[in-house]
Structure formats: structure tokens, C-alpha cells
């Protein structure tokens, strides 16, 4: 499947975050905190989306056995990633996540970061836990 950001972008802001390997304990946990706020999400007009360098077969496996409500994509190459400026070590993307809208990142942040960034945007008035 092939996903065209610049139409995500123009239908709502896009969480794009980026990841080593679905399975790992640090990245199911990030994507397990982005399901579980996803209703809100989706209220708020905030698209998901997950990159990392793995084979969609197996990024399709990590979706449905966590049930993820958001697409996982494939980026075997690298192109995204570094279209981004998303460093790599031994071939996998660092940790980062980014917000956009109308094609302009207008935040970006380590991925560790996803899930309080997640709340914020459902909850903008509160202070950070």
C-alpha cells in the first residue's frame, strides 16, 4: 500500500512517528499508548502513522496482534526517514516522532516523547504529569 502524506497532511495533522523494530519492548509500548489514546485522537481530527525499516508483512502482524488502529508503514529504504532527518545507527532509524499539517512539521521530538505529546494534544490546557 502506498500512503501519500501530502493527502493525509491535507485532511488532518499527521503524527508520524518513527521506529527501530515493531516487537521490541520500547516500541510496543509506545504504539500500545497511541491505540489506547487513538479514540481521542480521531476526535481531534489526528491521523497516526508509524514508520520503520521492516517488511509490511511483518508490520501488518505487529498491527493485528496489538490492535493497533493506525497504519504501519514500511520504509525499506530509508527515504522517509531521511527526508525527515531522521539519523540512523546500523541501518535503523532513531527514535523521533513529528506533527504536521498542510505539509509543515510544526513540532518534532524524540519518539520517547510520543505518548505525553499524544496528551497534549488531546488535553492542550493541562500541565504536563
Same mark, same amino acid.
Given at each position: 500500500?502506498?500512503?501519500?502524506?501530502?493527502?493525509?497532511?491535507?485532511r488532518?495533522?499527521?503524527?508520524?512517528?518513527?521506529?527501530f523494530r515493531?516487537?521490541? #519492548?520500547?516500541?510496543?509500548?509506545?504504539?500500545c499508548?497511541?491505540?489506547?489514546?487513538?479514540?481521542?485522537?480521531?476526535?481531534? $481530527?489526528?491521523?497516526?502513522?508509524? %514508520?520503520?525499516?521492516d517488511h509490511?508483512?511483518r508490520? *501488518?502482524?505487529?498491527?493485528?496482534?496489538?490492535?493497533?488502529?493506525?497504519?504501519?508503514?514500511?520504509?525499506? $529504504?530509508?527515504?522517509?526517514?531521511?527526508?525527515?532527518?531522521v539519523s540512523?545507527?546500523?541501518?535503523?532509524?532513531?527514535?523521533?516522532?513529528?506533527?504536521?499539517?498542510?505539509? %509543515?512539521?510544526?513540532?518534532?521530538?524524540?519518539a520517547?516523547?510520543?505518548?505525553r505529546?499524544?496528551? *497534549?494534544? %488531546?488535553?492542550?490546557?493541562r #500541565? *504536563? #504529569?
Open positions: 500500500m502506498v500512503v501519500d502524506l501530502a493527502e493525509a497532511y491535507a488532518s495533522v499527521v503524527l508520524i512517528y518513527f521506529y515493531p516487537g521490541t #519492548p520500547i516500541c510496543t509500548m509506545h504504539a499508548r497511541l491505540r489506547d489514546s487513538f479514540p481521542e485522537l480521531g476526535r481531534r $481530527n489526528i491521523e497516526v502513522l508509524g %514508520i520503520s525499516p509490511p508483512a508490520l *501488518k502482524q505487529f498491527e493485528t496482534r496489538h490492535g493497533l488502529p493506525f497504519r504501519l508503514l514500511s520504509d525499506s $529504504n530509508g527515504r522517509i526517514a531521511r527526508a525527515f532527518g540512523s545507527r546500523f541501518g535503523l532509524p532513531a527514535r523521533r516522532a513529528f506533527l504536521a499539517r498542510d505539509g %509543515i512539521v510544526f513540532w518534532g521530538g524524540p520517547s516523547s510520543v505518548a505529546q499524544a496528551r *497534549k494534544l %488531546i488535553h492542550p490546557g #500541565p *504536563k #504529569p
